[in-house]
């Protein structure tokens, strides 16, 4: 049978979403689902169940892989973002081969998981969807990209600069903590969106004489098609996603390349607003020990902190950190997200296993 | 017959809305309109054509005034805009026991006027409501709120701060120039929204670890019903209205004038952007001379700038400008922007007359 999207679209519209699996011969291989949950696009992946007592295997195993839409259920409602859900695992079990009763455990990382209700909501119709003997765990998307990076262990730092930006952390006994996250309104400087309407904001300036002239103007202009400054306002306010805005984001960093001192300041602003994020954790989890020289590794994930650049917004907010945190270990994650939390729910799997076996 | 909103939006949905001409006795009395139409009410005002020769009497007279809702077109779109402002046009003249054939002038200064093309638009309807001997102008309310100040003379400069904030000024000659009034994506800080978004991300930041505490927190979670700074994320964006966010302005001039350093911080850094608008538009205009000295009307319009504050935004403003500009004299209008519309249509006229009378 055919696994593709559309088509597991549309079973799900006929309510035949899972009668694939009533028509595949059983693979008695057990799997195990991570799924990258964010407001532009979810990835699910499949890998198989690996031994607990060997090594992580190099490259790690991918039994298939499923993409869909968005699935942040404060952005589409929860209707959607759990058909959405449901689609692309069904997807992605169907072309590995495998069906329900294969699953091991489930880690779906999704954003807007800010508080504990989040996380019980989204559990109890996981729950529906799987037979009971499946392991399931739920956790915000800043948790699986820390796991990209350090390979399933909850221990360390990420930092997420994309649209927007998040600092997470956690200790090797389990405290987490937070910084930023909080979106445009609620001062997201560092992030995407965050560059951006700063660059904007530096253009309605030098138009209405509050700032110094800079090329972001043309820049800027070009980019987005518009022939004057004034005709900005009409053009920020006309969609308000904020994906829209942080696109703009590299044309600050070519700006800045080119020795433009407006784009320059903000793209420092930038970083050290990245920067405070993590030495917030940091302090707050006590990462870095009693002498402040304990390594810890500090994950750095997102389009804003790629390492492509000549101005490279990742390397000085790590030198930034490293000022301070000496043991600050940058880690650029080899796989996706989603891996990241198919890594973790093998490793929650493989805890409560043996915890299970010593009762 | 009666005049109310109710009644005459009834009569507008049946395309009634100026039937009243025909149902009363016809005043031989020249009347003018002036309509100041922001993003949450507009006014009607209805005055006496006043003789060209004398002062302007004090008090100003009133024939009638109408209230009624959004009339910014960006906001509510043109159908509904121009529904509103037929409407609440309508309710005065009827109040006044006038009809549209008494009228001599209208100024309709609204929201959302950005360009000449918007001008155009909107006069070019307005051309259709009015027989065609009425005189007919468009403005930015902006342009209302510093005639409100200078009883209908255009020069000077205006500073508006509200839930938003522009400045605006005019030569004598006729020349004008704006600064900021683009909205808070594109940096208003010294705006109501700039202001309580500034404390809202204190609240974050002091939570998170990246920012001193602050009576902030306690002040504003009680104003707005949340137990922690957990919530903010979700009330912030659960409503994008900037009113709802701008509301929470006055927690934080309450929080300065109890000395906390965060506030007062806040407040002085919206000080220092607002003169900074006024300075721009100075500084373009050269409203201050070539010395530097001469003296220049500075409207100080708006709830930020309301002098009823022990932590006085507005003085603060003027005592920062006037560093620069020592001729600027604040003025804080006693009539509201509708009658600076009415009165400037009345100069409007009165020069058109003039003029005609020449040729």
């Known amino acids: 049978m055919s696994g593709t999207a559309t088509d597991v679209m549309k079973r799900y519209r006929n309510g035949e979403i899972w009668d694939f699996e009533n028509e595949m011969p059983t693979l008695t291989r057990d799997v195990i689902l991570g799924l990258d949950g964010g407001t532009t696009s979810t990835l ?3 890998i198989p169940l690996m031994p607990f007592s060997d090594d992580l295997p190099d490259p790690l195993p991918v039994l298939a892989t499923a993409v869909a839409g968005c699935s942040n259920h404060n952005s589409v409602g929860e209707t959607a973002a759990r058909e959405t859900l449901e689609q692309v695992m069904a997807e992605a079990l169907s072309k590995s081969g495998s069906n329900r009763s294969s699953v091991r455990a489930v880690c ?3 954003s807007g998981v800010n508080h504990p209700t989040d996380q019980e909501r989204i559990l109890s119709w996981l729950r529906h969807m799987f037979p009971s003997h499946v392991k399931l765990f739920v956790e915000n998307d800043a948790v699986a990209a820390l796991a990209s990076g350090t390979l399933g262990k909850l ?3 990420v930092l997420i600069a994309g649209t927007g930006t998040i600092a997470y952390g956690f200790t090797e006994d389990g405290r987490e903590a937070r910084a930023a996250g909080a979106g445009p309104v609620l001062g997201d400087w560092g992030s995407g969106y965050g560059i951006a309407a700063q660059a904007l904001t530096a253009v309605v300036k030098a138009h209405d004489g509050r700032g110094p002239q800079t090329m972001l103007t043309s820049d800027i202009l070009r980019t987005i098609g518009l022939s004057s400054p004034d005709e900005l306002i009409g053009w920020t306010y006309e969609d308000p996603s904020w994906a829209r805005i942080a696109a703009l984001a590299p044309v600050v960093v070519s700006c800045a390349e080119a020795s433009d001192p407006v784009a320059n300041k903000i793209l420092q602003y930038s970083v050290q607003d990245l920067a405070e994020s993590v030495k917030a954790v940091v302090r707050r989890l006590n990462l870095c020990g009693q002498d402040g020289n304990d390594c810890f590794a500090l994950v750095m994930v997102g389009g804003v902190l790629a390492a492509n650049k000549r101005w490279d917004i990742g390397k000085e907010v790590v030198s ?6 000496p043991g600050a270990y940058p ?3 080899k796989v996706e997200p989603a891996m990241g939390a198919a890594l973790l729910a093998w490793n929650y799997f493989k805890k409560q296993s043996e915890n299970g076996l010593k009762c």
Chains 1, 2 share one sequence.
């Open 108 to 110: 779906l990382a999704v």
């Open 44 to 46: 699910c992946i499949c």
């Open 320 to 325: 930034c950190i490293s000022k301070d945190y």
């Open 155 to 157: 221990h360390g730092c």
């Open 331 to 333: 880690i650029r994650p």
